[in-house]
Protein backbone atom coordinates (compact mmCIF):
# COMPACT_ATOMS: atom_id res chain seq x y z
CA UNK A 1 0.00 0.00 0.00
CA UNK A 2 0.79 3.90 -0.20
CA UNK A 3 1.70 3.69 3.23
CA UNK A 4 3.21 0.96 3.77
CA UNK A 5 5.77 2.51 0.47
CA UNK A 6 5.77 5.94 2.59
CA UNK A 7 7.31 3.92 5.98
CA UNK A 8 10.42 2.69 3.59
CA UNK A 9 11.11 5.96 2.42
CA UNK A 10 9.43 5.20 -0.81
CA UNK A 11 7.13 8.21 -2.34
CA UNK A 12 5.42 7.47 -6.26
CA UNK A 13 2.72 8.72 -8.16
CA UNK A 14 1.92 6.15 -10.10
CA UNK A 15 1.55 2.74 -8.60
CA UNK A 16 2.49 1.31 -12.20
CA UNK A 17 6.08 2.46 -11.47
CA UNK A 18 6.77 0.40 -8.28
CA UNK A 19 4.76 -2.69 -10.09
CA UNK A 20 6.93 -2.76 -12.90
CA UNK A 21 9.97 -2.50 -10.71
CA UNK A 22 8.64 -5.64 -8.89
CA UNK A 23 8.34 -7.58 -12.36
CA UNK A 24 12.03 -6.41 -13.70
CA UNK A 25 14.47 -9.53 -13.97
CA UNK A 26 17.32 -7.76 -15.89
CA UNK A 27 18.52 -4.37 -16.02
CA UNK A 28 20.54 -2.96 -19.20
CA UNK A 29 22.81 0.10 -17.96
CA UNK A 30 25.03 2.18 -20.30
CA UNK A 31 28.85 2.33 -18.84
CA UNK A 32 30.34 5.62 -18.87
CA UNK A 33 28.17 8.48 -17.26
CA UNK A 34 25.92 6.15 -15.58
CA UNK A 35 27.99 3.13 -13.94
CA UNK A 36 31.70 5.50 -14.60
CA UNK A 37 31.67 9.17 -13.52
CA UNK A 38 32.21 10.42 -16.94
CA UNK A 39 35.43 11.90 -15.62
CA UNK A 40 37.96 11.18 -17.73
CA UNK A 41 41.43 11.53 -16.81
CA UNK A 42 45.01 10.40 -18.99
CA UNK A 43 46.18 7.69 -17.25
CA UNK A 44 49.22 6.02 -19.00
CA UNK A 45 51.41 6.69 -22.04
CA UNK A 46 53.35 3.97 -24.12
CA UNK A 47 55.65 5.17 -26.63
CA UNK A 48 58.92 4.12 -27.00
CA UNK A 49 58.23 0.66 -26.08
CA UNK A 50 57.96 2.12 -22.28
CA UNK A 51 54.92 2.35 -20.38
CA UNK A 52 54.56 6.41 -18.53
CA UNK A 53 52.43 6.99 -15.59
CA UNK A 54 50.56 10.14 -16.30
CA UNK A 55 50.13 11.02 -12.78
CA UNK A 56 52.58 12.67 -9.92
CA UNK A 57 53.00 10.12 -7.34
CA UNK A 58 51.37 13.01 -4.43
CA UNK A 59 48.07 13.26 -5.09
CA UNK A 60 47.02 11.93 -8.56
CA UNK A 61 47.06 15.06 -10.32
CA UNK A 62 47.87 14.86 -13.72
CA UNK A 63 47.88 18.75 -14.29
CA UNK A 64 50.28 18.82 -11.71
CA UNK A 65 52.83 17.07 -13.07
CA UNK A 66 55.95 18.22 -14.56
CA UNK A 67 56.07 18.50 -18.07
CA UNK A 68 57.51 15.35 -19.96
CA UNK A 69 60.88 15.06 -21.12
CA UNK A 70 61.34 16.02 -25.19
CA UNK A 71 62.03 12.95 -27.08
CA UNK A 72 61.17 12.16 -30.54
CA UNK A 73 58.64 9.40 -29.53
CA UNK A 74 56.92 11.90 -27.45
CA UNK A 75 57.18 14.69 -29.74
CA UNK A 76 55.58 12.53 -32.10
CA UNK A 77 52.70 11.18 -29.55
CA UNK A 78 51.65 14.55 -28.58
CA UNK A 79 51.63 16.06 -31.90
CA UNK A 80 48.56 13.44 -33.03
CA UNK A 81 46.84 13.89 -29.45
CA UNK A 82 46.72 17.27 -29.80
CA UNK A 83 46.12 17.33 -33.77
CA UNK A 84 43.63 14.54 -34.43
CA UNK A 85 40.55 15.79 -32.23
CA UNK A 86 37.67 17.87 -32.30
CA UNK A 87 37.46 18.72 -28.51
CA UNK A 88 37.67 22.40 -27.99
CA UNK A 89 38.02 24.80 -24.89
CA UNK A 90 34.90 27.15 -24.78
CA UNK A 91 36.22 30.55 -24.72
CA UNK A 92 37.46 33.07 -21.71
CA UNK A 93 38.34 30.64 -19.88
CA UNK A 94 42.17 31.27 -19.73
CA UNK A 95 42.69 32.37 -15.74
CA UNK A 96 40.47 28.92 -15.15
CA UNK A 97 42.70 26.18 -14.64
CA UNK A 98 43.39 23.43 -17.58
CA UNK A 99 41.35 20.76 -15.48
CA UNK A 100 38.76 22.70 -14.47
CA UNK A 101 37.86 24.32 -17.95
CA UNK A 102 35.01 23.84 -20.03
CA UNK A 103 35.25 21.68 -23.31
CA UNK A 104 32.87 20.95 -26.22
CA UNK A 105 33.27 17.51 -27.39
CA UNK A 106 33.53 13.91 -26.15
CA UNK A 107 34.29 13.11 -22.81
CA UNK A 108 37.47 10.91 -24.37
CA UNK A 109 38.88 14.12 -26.46
CA UNK A 110 38.51 16.16 -23.67
CA UNK A 111 40.65 14.51 -21.34
CA UNK A 112 43.22 14.62 -24.16
CA UNK A 113 42.92 17.82 -25.00
CA UNK A 114 42.95 19.11 -21.36
CA UNK A 115 46.10 16.99 -20.92
CA UNK A 116 47.81 17.91 -23.89
CA UNK A 117 47.27 21.74 -22.86
CA UNK A 118 48.87 20.56 -19.36
CA UNK A 119 52.08 19.90 -21.68
CA UNK A 120 52.11 22.76 -24.21
CA UNK A 121 50.32 25.39 -22.82
CA UNK A 122 48.08 26.88 -25.95
CA UNK A 123 46.61 24.03 -27.79
CA UNK A 124 45.12 26.53 -29.92
CA UNK A 125 48.48 28.21 -30.89
CA UNK A 126 50.08 24.43 -31.98
CA UNK A 127 46.72 23.80 -34.33
CA UNK A 128 47.11 26.94 -36.15
CA UNK A 129 50.88 25.66 -36.99
CA UNK A 130 49.17 22.82 -38.47
CA UNK A 131 46.06 23.52 -40.29
CA UNK A 132 43.41 20.91 -40.67
CA UNK A 133 42.25 20.46 -44.32
CA UNK A 134 40.77 16.99 -44.14
CA UNK A 135 39.14 15.22 -41.49
CA UNK A 136 36.86 11.83 -40.96
CA UNK A 137 35.43 11.55 -37.63
CA UNK A 138 35.45 8.51 -36.03
CA UNK A 139 32.54 5.98 -36.17
CA UNK A 140 31.63 2.34 -34.49
CA UNK A 141 32.77 0.50 -37.86
CA UNK A 142 35.84 1.87 -38.65
CA UNK A 143 36.99 2.44 -34.71
CA UNK A 144 39.33 5.50 -35.85
CA UNK A 145 39.46 8.68 -36.37
CA UNK A 146 41.58 10.86 -38.96
CA UNK A 147 42.51 14.33 -39.80
CA UNK A 148 45.28 15.61 -42.47
CA UNK A 149 47.26 18.52 -41.70
CA UNK A 150 49.33 21.09 -43.53
CA UNK A 151 53.03 21.41 -42.08
CA UNK A 152 53.22 25.22 -42.14
CA UNK A 153 56.31 24.82 -39.55
CA UNK A 154 58.29 21.95 -40.23
CA UNK A 155 59.18 21.02 -43.85
CA UNK A 156 55.98 22.05 -46.01
CA UNK A 157 53.74 19.01 -47.51
CA UNK A 158 51.02 17.09 -45.30
CA UNK A 159 51.24 14.63 -42.78
CA UNK A 160 48.30 12.39 -42.06
CA UNK A 161 47.16 11.64 -38.50
CA UNK A 162 45.17 8.96 -36.82
CA UNK A 163 44.10 7.22 -33.55
CA UNK A 164 41.61 4.80 -32.55
CA UNK A 165 41.65 1.46 -31.12
CA UNK A 166 44.88 -0.13 -31.43
CA UNK A 167 44.43 -3.16 -32.78
CA UNK A 168 43.06 -0.93 -35.64
CA UNK A 169 45.80 1.55 -35.95
CA UNK A 170 48.50 -1.22 -35.59
CA UNK A 171 47.09 -3.39 -38.44
CA UNK A 172 47.89 -0.02 -40.67
CA UNK A 173 51.61 0.55 -39.51
CA UNK A 174 54.48 -0.71 -40.49
CA UNK A 175 57.30 0.71 -38.52
CA UNK A 176 57.40 2.86 -35.14
CA UNK A 177 59.49 5.02 -32.77
CA UNK A 178 62.00 2.86 -30.62
CA UNK A 179 63.58 4.33 -27.86
CA UNK A 180 66.78 5.32 -29.65
CA UNK A 181 64.03 7.77 -31.56
CA UNK A 182 64.73 5.96 -34.99
CA UNK A 183 61.99 4.76 -36.76
CA UNK A 184 62.56 0.95 -37.51
CA UNK A 185 60.19 -1.94 -39.14
CA UNK A 186 57.98 -3.13 -36.61
CA UNK A 187 58.76 -6.82 -35.70
CA UNK A 188 57.73 -9.71 -33.61
CA UNK A 189 59.53 -8.31 -30.42
CA UNK A 190 57.21 -5.16 -30.75
CA UNK A 191 53.84 -6.39 -31.49
CA UNK A 192 54.61 -9.10 -28.05
CA UNK A 193 55.16 -5.81 -26.13
CA UNK A 194 52.23 -4.00 -27.80
CA UNK A 195 49.78 -6.96 -27.09
CA UNK A 196 51.15 -7.32 -23.48
CA UNK A 197 50.84 -3.51 -22.86
CA UNK A 198 47.62 -3.50 -24.42
CA UNK A 199 46.29 -5.78 -21.86
CA UNK A 200 48.05 -4.67 -19.07
CA UNK A 201 46.42 -1.20 -19.48
CA UNK A 202 42.93 -2.38 -20.10
CA UNK A 203 42.59 -4.54 -17.26
CA UNK A 204 42.89 -2.20 -15.13
CA UNK A 205 39.73 -0.58 -16.98
CA UNK A 206 41.36 2.24 -18.37
CA UNK A 207 40.52 2.62 -22.47
CA UNK A 208 43.50 2.48 -24.75
CA UNK A 209 43.65 4.54 -27.97
CA UNK A 210 46.75 3.87 -30.74
CA UNK A 211 48.02 6.60 -32.46
CA UNK A 212 49.95 7.05 -35.62
CA UNK A 213 50.89 9.46 -38.23
CA UNK A 214 52.41 9.39 -41.91
CA UNK A 215 54.05 11.86 -43.91
CA UNK A 216 52.63 12.83 -47.20
CA UNK A 217 54.95 12.58 -50.43
CA UNK A 218 54.32 16.36 -51.36
CA UNK A 219 55.30 15.59 -55.07
CA UNK A 220 52.25 13.14 -54.74
CA UNK A 221 50.27 15.37 -52.74
CA UNK A 222 50.95 19.11 -53.23
CA UNK A 223 49.75 21.78 -52.06
CA UNK A 224 46.27 22.26 -52.73
CA UNK A 225 45.46 18.64 -53.25
CA UNK A 226 42.38 17.66 -52.35
CA UNK A 227 41.79 14.71 -50.23
CA UNK A 228 39.13 12.26 -51.10
CA UNK A 229 39.02 8.56 -50.66
CA UNK A 230 41.90 8.36 -47.96
CA UNK A 231 41.54 4.50 -47.32
CA UNK A 232 44.10 3.93 -50.00
CA UNK A 233 46.48 6.23 -47.70
CA UNK A 234 46.30 3.92 -45.14
CA UNK A 235 48.93 1.55 -44.97
CA UNK A 236 52.91 1.82 -44.34
CA UNK A 237 51.87 3.80 -41.20
CA UNK A 238 54.40 4.98 -38.47
CA UNK A 239 52.76 3.77 -35.14
CA UNK A 240 54.02 6.22 -32.14
CA UNK A 241 52.36 4.69 -29.38
CA UNK A 242 49.32 4.43 -27.04
CA UNK A 243 47.77 6.51 -24.64
CA UNK A 244 45.21 5.25 -21.78
CA UNK A 245 41.66 6.71 -19.86
CA UNK A 246 40.42 6.22 -17.06
CA UNK A 247 36.92 6.85 -15.98
CA UNK A 248 36.38 5.70 -12.38
CA UNK A 249 33.20 3.50 -11.55
CA UNK A 250 30.63 5.97 -9.16
CA UNK A 251 30.98 4.87 -5.69
CA UNK A 252 27.22 3.89 -4.91
CA UNK A 253 27.32 1.51 -7.97
CA UNK A 254 28.64 -1.69 -6.53
CA UNK A 255 25.95 -1.58 -3.26
CA UNK A 256 23.57 -1.21 -5.90
CA UNK A 257 24.12 -3.84 -8.20
CA UNK A 258 24.79 -5.85 -5.17
CA UNK A 259 21.03 -5.02 -4.49
CA UNK A 260 20.01 -6.07 -7.72
CA UNK A 261 21.30 -9.09 -7.39
CA UNK A 262 20.25 -9.63 -4.33
CA UNK A 263 16.59 -9.00 -5.74
CA UNK A 264 17.27 -11.26 -8.55
CA UNK A 265 17.60 -9.06 -11.10
CA UNK A 266 20.51 -9.58 -13.60
CA UNK A 267 22.33 -6.31 -14.24
CA UNK A 268 24.00 -6.10 -18.12
CA UNK A 269 26.32 -2.96 -19.05
CA UNK A 270 26.57 -1.75 -22.22
CA UNK A 271 29.51 -0.52 -23.69
CA UNK A 272 31.71 -0.09 -26.90
CA UNK A 273 34.86 -0.58 -24.82
CA UNK A 274 37.43 -3.30 -25.52
CA UNK A 275 36.31 -6.49 -24.12
CA UNK A 276 38.94 -6.40 -21.69
CA UNK A 277 38.18 -3.17 -20.16
CA UNK A 278 34.80 -3.53 -20.32
CA UNK A 279 35.65 -6.98 -17.97
CA UNK A 280 37.44 -5.03 -15.53
CA UNK A 281 35.26 -2.32 -15.43
CA UNK A 282 32.57 -5.13 -14.65
CA UNK A 283 34.06 -6.51 -11.82
CA UNK A 284 34.98 -3.40 -10.38
CA UNK A 285 31.04 -2.30 -9.64
CA UNK A 286 30.05 -6.18 -9.29
CA UNK A 287 28.89 -7.07 -12.45
CA UNK A 288 30.92 -9.64 -13.07
CA UNK A 289 31.80 -11.75 -9.74
CA UNK A 290 35.18 -12.75 -8.51
CA UNK A 291 36.77 -15.99 -10.67
Same mark, same amino acid.
Given at each position: ?????????????????????????????????????????????????????????????????????????????????????? &?? !?? =?????? @?? $?????? *?? %????????????????????????????????????????????????????????????????????????????????????? &?? !?? =?????? @?? $?????? *?? %????????????????????????????????????????????????????????????????????????????????
Amino acid at each position: TAQSLKSKNCLLQKLEAVETLGSTSVICSDKTGTLTENRMTVAHLWYGRQIHDATRADNGDIFMAARRPASKGWEALARVMGLCSR &AV !FR =ENQDHI @AV $KDRLCN *GD %ASEMALLKYFESEYGNTEAFRNQYPKIYEDPFNAFKQYQLSIHEQAVDRGGHILMIKGAPEKIIDKCSTFINANEEEVQIDGGFI &AS !FN =ETHTRL @AN $KGERVF *GF %AHKFLDPVEYPEGCVFDHTDRLLNNLCFVGMVSLLDPPRATVPTAVARCRRAGIKVIMMTGDHPITAKAIGRAVGIISPG
